[in-house]
């Protein structure tokens, strides 16, 4: 199973950034890709999934702001990241369950600084 992020990068605050998602070697369940991230020093967390009833979740900082989707074949999902803050400098990882086994991409560095 593999698990590939892509599409970070440098942006100005206020700016926006597209992270996907490609995940292979079993087909997960619509819920079962989400995104976290982890900044420095701190733990990591979670930036937005899916609930099994198919609608989407964000932590409260995110809302409004970022947005998950994913495309029709279920393996890869992306994050749109709108109006950027300093603090949303972290690396995004990309992480999915399947048979409750946990599966983590190794991370794509988005920076917000002028």
């Known amino acids: 199973v593999r698990v590939v992020e892509s599409g970070g990068g440098l942006v100005q605050p206020g700016g926006s950034l597209t992270l996907a998602c490609a995940a292979s070697g079993v087909t997960f369940s619509p819920y079962a890709l989400d995104w976290y991230r982890q900044a420095p020093g701190k733990q990591r967390e979670l930036v937005a999934g899916?609930?099994?009833?198919?609608?989407?979740n964000y932590a409260d900082s995110m809302k409004g702001r970022f947005t998950i989707s994913r495309d029709g074949n279920r393996n890869t999902v992306f994050l749109q990241m709108n109006r950027l803050k300093p603090e949303d400098t972290a690396i995004y990882y990309c992480h999915g369950n399947h048979l409750n086994e946990d599966y983590w991409g190794q991370g794509t560095q988005v920076t917000v600084s002028s």
């Open positions: 899916f609930t099994t009833s198919g609608s989407t």
